[in-house]
Nanobody, 118 residues
Framework: QGPLVESGGGLVQVGGSLRLSCASS????????MGWFRQAPGKERESVAA????????YYADSVKGRFTISRDNVKRMLYLQMNSLKPEDTGVYYC???????????WGQGTQVTVSS
């Protein structure tokens, strides 16, 4: 898969929006189902959204369903997460990785910090 680089995080007020991006240098990016994960302070990393290789099937955690949209551009080797109606509990570091990746996955990026202020 190769290194993954997340970007687009920031500080936003409750109800605001952010669009996260994930760039992959891996030639096989288009073959992998991909996901967005987040880690809140003091908590374990959790999956929030996933998308199959074609973009035709998506999954969302109940906590973000209806507010977040995952998408991908296989030509550009990019993964996106559109986040709307943000809540304080969305605060955390967001990572992209193949769907189902565990802590043992070798190519976790640095993540991008999202902070939602009330």
């Amino acid at each position: 898969q190769g290194p993954l680089v997340e970007s687009g995080g920031g500080l936003v007020q409750v109800g605001g929006s952010l669009r996260l991006s994930c760039a992959s240098s891996g030639r096989t990016f288009s073959a992998w189902p991909m996901g967005w994960f987040r880690q809140a302070p003091g908590k374990e990393r959790e999956s929030v959204a996933a998308i199959d290789w074609s973009g035709g099937s998506t999954y969302y955690a109940d906590s973000v369903k209806g507010r977040f949209t995952i998408s991908r551009d296989n030509v550009k080797r990019m993964l996106y997460l559109q986040m709307n109606s943000l809540k304080p509990e969305d605060t955390g570091v967001y990572y992209c990785a193949p769907q189902g990746a565990t802590d043992e996955y070798p190519d976790w990026g640095q993540g991008t910090q999202v902070t939602v202020s009330s």
